[in-house]
């Protein structure tokens, strides 16, 4: 009786000394969210000769924590496993772990995505191409990434309809949107130049940040030629009250670029490719 009574205490005691360290390690971790990029398996403990408790298939999204060594714990079903970081690419931080970050723009909820041109204005046109419909393609698909990043987004079209500067400028900053992303393709009197470029306005510093992370992810992405990033004196980033950028996506009046334009692997890239800025910028 009295054996089994301080077996009970001791018992108790392990179990609070437990549920004490357990809330404690979780916190001072930085938990992330991530999806497989291929078909991946959940490890008893870290290690790829450890016994396979579970499988992820290719695409799954999942919170993990990154212990920093390659792997990453998760807890499934209540069961703690673990995953090679091999397989996986971070989509975005929670908030515990934003919070332990540095002052940065992890605030920004809301974007704008503006496609350039539409209805009476093409927007540029040659090689078959015309600006408008590339900018709206570009524009929904960028939509869908930054939807399944969690952002709020707006249009300020989803069709082929013409649509005012200044209503589009107004209604970003009616909405209080966080960013502007206006979604551009080039022109020039020569055939020759082509390429990609973003602009910001004026000296904005988070506008040039924005618009430099959007740059450096389409240019690693598509092997483009880098025009570079620039201030830009466009009415859509003069009129609208937050971190505003113009990405110009190519060039219509290039023959290559225009193949580029109406091909929707590069329109994909693309569209990853300024997601991927809008996540470093928000980082
Ligand atoms: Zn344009």
């Excluded at 924590?65 to 673990?82: E, H, V």
């Excluded at 091999?86 to 332990?100: F, G, K, L, N, S």
């Excluded at 939509?143 to 500067?165: C, H, W």
């Amino acid at each position: 009786m009295r054996t089994s009574t301080a077996f009970g205490l001791t018992l108790l005691f392990v179990l609070s000394a437990i549920l004490l360290i357990f809330p404690i390690q979780a916190n001072a971790n930085t938990s992330n969210t991530g999806q497989t990029t291929a078909n991946l398996n959940i490890r008893a403990i870290p290690s790829t000769d450890a016994s396979i408790i579970g499988k992820f298939p290719k695409g799954t999204q999942f919170r993990y924590i990154d212990r920093n060594d390659g792997w990453g714990q998760i807890t499934i079903q209540g069961q703690t496993g673990y995953v090679s970081l091999d397989y996986v690419t971070p989509i975005q931080h929670t908030e515990a772990a934003a919070a332990t970050e540095p002052a940065s723009n992890e605030h920004v909820q809301r974007i704008v995505i503006d496609p350039g041109h539409g209805g009476k204005d093409p927007g540029a046109v040659g090689n078959d191409t015309m600006e408008k419909l590339v900018a709206l393609t570009i524009s929904e698909k960028l939509q869908n990434r930054l939807q399944a990043n969690g952002y709020e987004v707006k249009m300020t079209r989803s069709d082929d309809i013409f649509i005012p500067l200044a209503e589009r400028a107004a209604l970003s900053n009616d909405w209080r949107a966080d960013l502007f992303v206006s979604v551009h393709a080039n022109s020039a009197s020569t055939a020759a130049a082509n390429g990609l470029e973003s602009y910001y306005y004026g000296s904005s510093s988070s506008g040039k940040q924005l618009a430099s992370s959007i740059q450096t992810a389409m240019v690693s992405n598509t092997k483009r030629e880098n025009r570079g990033t620039h201030s830009g004196d466009f009415y859509v980033l003069r009129h609208t009250s937050m971190p505003a950028v113009l990405i110009e996506t190519g060039f219509i009046s290039n023959p290559a670029d225009a193949l580029l334009l109406n091909d929707s692997d590069y329109q994909n890239k693309v569209a990853d490719s300024i997601a991927q800025g809008i996540e470093a910028y928000t980082s």
